[in-house]
């Protein structure tokens, strides 16, 4: 008995030299990463307002992407990857992130949304998020699983900061490396990290867009069924998304070889597109329509539009994220649904704005999250459903193409394979003859 209380307490004292040091460590990730994600978010403000004060600028966005691709082909082909280089080196530890990732992605996504792009903001703050928390590796001792765990804790804060989402953020994180399993290792910085990159972004003045919902209906079994219903179509349409924007950038690496040509070509017709259909509502990061999808209905084919112009502009190789996007697309998704089914407009925006990420993404526990921190505990419950039917009913595809299988929502897929290697699994699986009979 004695033995066992002094290895009891010999375990207690052996963690407090751990708490320190990734409390510390997690701390400075998340004041670097709030601090980016501030001057990024006041330059993406001020990108936007001169959009808007000049339309004429529009027709430079062919302009801004032919330059932005000429400089990730002159010094950012090591960084190209992005987001999903990230998790590739979560996953494989081999080299540090080259610092440069952080001011090309800046200057890339502000560029997009000056000139008119369609796209999002999470990208850029992940990645400078992980970017600046990998330059501890060149101070700190960090070994592989150590590096791991600074990367995780970088894109919690990124995202948490961009958003001011502590605990989505910090989840989100632990959840986007692989589909159905989560990362428990690195909790304690994951959240301290995302909480004092949230903390540190408000300290620097920026503010976050609010939406409310000014009621919900109670949580009833017809109330269910219909949330199940909705959290289908959210899951389709974020399948649709992800699947879209990765044949999208195909077709212009095939068409284009010569890379800033792509973003080049993308901008004239995205320019052209929104000229001719005169639909600038689709363009930059569309908060505005997100904010009315909660207040009045709205064209019921708004998602659509959002769609196609974000597909084409991330496609085509602009920079910026799919997150805003998809919550643009979900927010006027489920306001359009608000017409077949029986729940308050405002309730299925909420819905769709959480769900279809959560499905595009494969994060519905942090999706979930996000839900209560915007909408308040009130939605919890239809969150949750809505944001795992969602992730069951988008299959095994996703905005991250360097997300490993952990646990398929099928037992067809193997465990540990990149969704972007899927494709080429399924088709040698079915060019495989059957010999179970031949076996019996």
Known sequence: MKIHKLSAAREQLMMLPFLGRWVALATVVGGLSGSASALFLWS????TDTRLAHPWLLWLLPVGGFVVGWLYLLF????EGGNNLLIDEIHDPKKVIPLRMAPLVFLGTVATHLFGGSAGREGTSVQMGGALADQ?????????EERRVILMTGISAGFSSVFG???AGAIFG?????????RYDALLPCFVGAIVGDLTTRAWGIHHTEYVIASMPPVNAVHILLVIAAGAVFGVAGMLFAEGTHATSALFKKAFKFAPLRPFAGGILVALAATLIGTPQYLGL??????DAFHHQLPWYDFLGKAGFTILTLGSGFKGGEVTPLFYIGAT???ALSHILPLAAPVLAGLGFVAVFAGAANTPIASTVMAIEIFGPQIGAYAAI???VSYLFSGHTGIYRAQRIGHAKRISIPEGLRLSEIHAFRRDSASRPDTSAERQ
């Not at 501890?136 to 592989?144: C, G, I, K, Q």
């Not at 632990?174 to 989560?182: M, S």
């Not at 569309?286 to 904010?291: A, D, E, L, M």
């Open 386 to 388: 809505a944001c795992v």
């Open 174 to 182: 632990l959840e986007v490396l692989a589909v159905g399993r989560l």
């Open 286 to 291: 569309g908060i505005p329509t997100i904010v």
């Open 165 to 167: 989402t502590p605990l």
């Open 333 to 335: 998704l489920g306001n």
């Open 76 to 79: 950012g082909q090591s960084v």
């Open 44 to 47: 993406l403000e001020l990108a």
């Open 136 to 144: 501890l590796t060149h101070f700190v001792r960090l070994d592989s």
